[in-house]
Each structure stands twice: as C-alpha cells, then as structure tokens.
C-alpha cells in the first residue's frame, strides 16, 4: 500500500462498477475506506444488482465513439491502457481476465451499407483513427473460423478490447475484503457533504463519494435509467476469440465470449426504466440474429436472461460533481468499463485536491444533474 501523508475517513456510496474501483485504489493510496451497499458484494441474480453486473464487459472505444462523440474514444484509448495495469495489482489474478484482440464487426451481404455507414461516421468523429482493417470473407474465416461463412465483409478493430468483468467485480470485492476496506452490505444510504444517512443514523466522514448509480436519483434530478437486456448461452460447439458485432439496419446485436463456453448476446437499449424480465421480442431478435451468426448457436443452451439499466444523463455522458465534503460520479451509461477508468483517475485527482485535470469534460460546476 503507498500510504499518504494524509489519509482520509473516506465513505463510498454503492458498490457497482465505480464504488468498488474508487474504494480500492483508494485504499492503496492509504485512505480508510468504509463502503455502503444497498443489496450485497457478490448478488445473485433474483435481486436488484449492479449494472456492472449485466454489462457484457466490452471496452469499445471506437464502436462507442461512433454513438457519442470523440471524447469518449480519448477516455477509451486511456482505458485500454489502465484496465491491464490496474488487473496486475489483483494478487489472485490467476486467470486472464482482459483481452485485447480487437472486435470484429459483419454484416449479411444485403446489409453491406450498414458497414460503410458505420466507417464513415467513425472517419467523421474520430479522423485521426486509422485503427481498423477492411476484411474479406476469408479474412474473417481466419480471425473467427467458427462464424458463418457467409458473411463476404468486416472490419477488425483493432483498438478494442473486453474484459471478464463478472469475475474481475468477483476478484474485485475479495481484494477489497483483503485491503481490510470496511464493507456493509444491505445498507441504503443517503448521501451529503461528509455524512451518510442510512436505517442507522447518521455518520460522519472527511469526505463521501456518492457512487449509486441509477440509486443516486433521488439527489440527480435529470439522470434516468436506460432499459438492456441480454441472454447467456453455452456452448462448446464454437469458439469466438473476440467481440463480434453483427450491423443491422434495425438492431445491433453483440456476441461477447466469457469463461467455461458462455457468451453473452445484447443488447436492448430501450428508453424505459422498467426492470421486468427480458420480453419475448427481445429474446427472439437476440437469439435469431445469433443463429444467424452462426448455425451451431442453435444447439446453445440459454443458461440466464438478465435485464438491467444503465444510469444516464440527457447527453449519455458520465458526469463529476464536486463540492467540499461530497463528489458525485455517475452516468456512465452503456460505457462503463470502458470510461471508469478516466471517471476514476479524474475523482482520485480530485481527492488529492491536484490541480492537473485530465479530462475537464468530465468536472460539472454545480450538482444540477
Ligand atoms: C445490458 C447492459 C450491457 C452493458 N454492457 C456494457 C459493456 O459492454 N461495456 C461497458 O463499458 N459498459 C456496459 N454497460 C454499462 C455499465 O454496466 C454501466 O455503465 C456501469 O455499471 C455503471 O457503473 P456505476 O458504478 O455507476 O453503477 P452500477 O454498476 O449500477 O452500481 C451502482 C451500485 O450502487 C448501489 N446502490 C444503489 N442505490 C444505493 C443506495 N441508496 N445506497 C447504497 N448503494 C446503492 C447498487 O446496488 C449498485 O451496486 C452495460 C449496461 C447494461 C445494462
């Protein structure tokens, strides 16, 4: 631990994506770190969780880009370089966890456009990316030999990565129980500058740091929840290397691999804050586009559904607000792995009160969120 000449008292609300990265590089800088949690570290999935917990773990800078804007590619290029740096101070970390291979993007032959609108747009906000590579059909056999052979065009983005982020929040939460950081699950809170309110009254703090994500709109007026939903399946009669996208002109399907022969197929994106289970559209859009991507998905057996939102402002771009005693960080949206690196960095800079600000997009002058 590389302990500071001035350790805090510091409290973090919510233990999801950002709540549980802030308390631990935190606690490595020497900080005290007590962490409040509505439900629990490690959830099963009949309770309301993490977003973290849903999100295939893609760390997409440049498919992301092309939906928002080039900020969000410059936050994920820096991401690309903390996720691996930041796995080497897990001491379990056994297994691999992050993989940077690049994404593969296809589409169906009559669907062909969708691929150069999708170059444009990218050409357009991020021109100096020159990160990807046209693919012929055999191009694409060799990358991923499992897919369908019918798909005659691709583009590999090479500047892509994804990241095993279930069992990285697993690993995360023992770390943190390692590092002695103080954990009360099933404790909602209430949040103000250096006090958190929960069912036990009232506790003091040097600072809070106000982490809940779509459990913070109380405070953040103007934050909304963005509905997703996605199926787990498991097979071991193919093999994906890497993310693949499959462009369509109605909807966007991804196929993200994950360990022992599961992948994970989304996402919806519907402007609902409805938690209910997947629909029967969804499922059935989900797993066709998959069939299509390759015919072996059929015997792939459906092991979860899970449906979650994503914490969002209007402009679905991540927000810090600080005031003295409390910072705010939230808004990820569908960009969480793939911006908590930089949302992180920025709050750590912010609690060492250091001038140098590394993405001043991301610091709001009011907490009118
Ligand atoms: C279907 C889907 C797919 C996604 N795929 C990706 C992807 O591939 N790549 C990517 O980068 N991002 C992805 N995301 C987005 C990512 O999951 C979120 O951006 C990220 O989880 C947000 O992190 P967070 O810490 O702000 O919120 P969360 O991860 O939601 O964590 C908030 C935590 O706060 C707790 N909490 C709430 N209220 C309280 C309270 N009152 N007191 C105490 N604790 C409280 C909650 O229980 C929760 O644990 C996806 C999201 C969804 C839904």
């Known amino acids: 631990m590389n302990t500071q000449t001035n350790p805090q008292q510091i409290a973090i609300a919510g233990a999801g994506l950002l709540g549980r990265l802030l308390a631990w590089r935190l606690r490595l800088l020497g900080h005290e770190i007590t962490l409040f949690e509505a439900g629990k570290l490690q959830p099963d999935s009949n309770t309301t969780r993490a977003a973290a917990f849903t999100a295939a773990g893609m760390i997409a800078p440049l498919s992301e880009a092309v939906v928002s804007d080039a900020n969000v590619y410059r936050m994920g290029q820096f991401a690309l370089q903390r996720w691996p740096e930041w796995l080497n101070d897990l001491p379990y970390n056994k297994t691999e966890l992050f993989f940077a291979k690049g994404s593969l993007l296809v589409a169906h032959p009559q669907d062909e456009s969708e691929l150069q609108q999708f170059e444009s747009e990218l050409n357009f906000v991020v021109p100096e990316c020159r990160n990807y590579q046209r693919l012929s059909s055999r191009d694409i056999q060799n990358l991923e030999p499992d897919l369908s052979p019918q798909f005659m065009r691709g583009l590999l983005l090479q500047e892509e990565g994804h990241l095993h982020n279930r069992e990285f929040l697993q690993q ?37 740091i106000d982490c809940r994500g779509l459990g913070a709109k109380t405070q953040l007026k103007k934050l909304r929840g963005v509905r997703g939903e996605t199926l787990h399946v498991e097979t071991s009669e193919i093999h994906l290397h ?15 691999p994950k360990p022992n022969n599961r992948f994970i197929i989304g996402a919806t994106q519907i402007e609902s804050e409805d938690r209910s289970p997947v629909t029967l559209q969804s499922s059935l859009e989900l797993g066709s ?7 072996a998905f059929a015997e792939a057996r459906i092991i979860e559904m899970d449906t979650n939102l994503r914490p969002a402002f209007m ?31 920025q709050v750590l800079a912010q609690v060492a009160c250091n001038q140098h ?13």
């Open 315 to 345: 402009d679905n771009l991540p927000k810090i607000f600080c005031k003295p005693g409390l910072i705010i960080a939230n808004g990820l949206f569908r960009h969480g792995y793939l911006l908590a690196p930089a949302v992180v960095e």
């Open 172 to 208: 995360l939460s023992n770390e943190l129980l390692r590092l002695d950081v103080k954990v009360r699950e099933n404790t909602p809170v209430e949040t103000e500058p250096q006090t958190i309110h929960s069912d036990a009254g009232a506790e003091k703090f040097d600072l809070v």
């Open 357 to 369: 600000i590394l993405f001043p997009d991301l610091l709001q002058a009011s907490i009118s969120g």
């Open 242 to 256: 890497r993310p693949v996208r499959l462009m369509h002109p109605r909807y966007q399907l991804y196929v993200v």
């Open 289 to 295: 586009a998959l069939y299509t991507l390759s015919p």
